[in-house]
């Protein structure tokens, strides 16, 4: 006859996986800047051989991280807790944010050995499983209490936000490392970029009304119009579309619905 105890071991061990792997990924990320490999950090990459990528934002976005990690580090205490052991929302997400955990140790050390083709299919790695982390915590969609909210919702979505925008700034550091010169017309293909991430931040919005999630794109477009404010289209497009996605936080298209918390996990 099953115990108490094996029936609660898978969720034990996926709790500690998910722990280890988060506390994993923020020290490789620590050690990567301490000891880069190839003499170089990722940041000195990026203001050097990515130094013309117009869509890179300025030096202070990336201090987000800061944030992304703390909100990780809530995440996987809250999981830990014994009334999330056996909690099938946890049991999926806890594993795909370990699998996110890994993509990201290993971009940062694809990166760092530029291997930009690797990377970019690294930083899918990460994207893809944090998409489903979010759907498999139906964040924004079920009601959940004020702990909840702050440990695992908005840094589940702000991570969320950042590696979304990530993506579109690895895909511009990719094809500038293969030699594409965005068909001659670099500066348009980077409004066009912009566009993408203003709509994806208004998607997740209008669909989950996630103002965590559009907040991290509007952080990431004002530092990419400070850092091309010398390029007049890329400084006014993106300061447009920052100004365009804040106005769409704080008046929507319609009523937000209210969640009832009080009884939520």
């Not at 925008?165 to 068909?183: E, K, P, Q, R, S």
Request: glycine residues 6%.
């Amino acid at each position: 006859m099953e115990t108490s105890s094996s029936r609660q071991l898978p969720g034990i061990i996926r709790q500690i996986i998910t722990l280890v792997a988060i506390v994993g990924a923020f020290v490789i990320n620590i050690i990567s800047n301490i000891f880069p490999l190839g003499g170089e950090t990722i940041g000195e990459i990026s203001n050097g051989l990515f130094k013309d990528v117009l869509i890179i934002p300025a030096n202070y976005a990336f201090a987000i991280w800061g944030l992304i990690y703390l909100g990780l580090f809530a995440f996987a205490i809250y999981q830990l807790l014994p009334g999330q052991r056996q909690n099938p929302a946890f049991n999926t997400a806890g594993y795909l944010i370990t699998f996110a955990s890994l993509a990201q140790i290993a971009w940062v050390y694809l990166f760092l050995l530029r291997q930009f083709v690797l990377s970019l299919l690294a930083m899918l790695l990460i994207l893809v499983p944090l998409i489903a982390a979010y759907q498999a915590l139906k964040i924004n969609v079920e009601p959940v209490n004020r702990i909840r909210k702050w440990c695992v919702n908005i840094p589940i979505a702000i991570y969320l936000g950042w590696i979304s925008v990530a993506t579109i700034v690895n895909v511009a550091c990719t094809l500038y490392a293969l030699n594409w010169d965005g068909f001659g017309v670099p500066q348009i293909i980077t409004v066009v970029m912009l566009l993408i991430a203003t709509f994806l931040g208004d998607l997740v919005r209008v669909r989950r009304y996630d103002a965590a999630y559009a907040g991290v794109v509007i952080w990431a477009l004002i530092a990419i119009a400070v850092r091309h404010f010398s390029i007049p289209v890329i400084f006014v497009t993106a300061c447009a579309c920052a100004i365009a996605l804040l106005l769409r936080i704080f008046i929507p298209d319609q009523p937000r619905p209210v969640l009832d918390s009080r009884s939520s996990p």
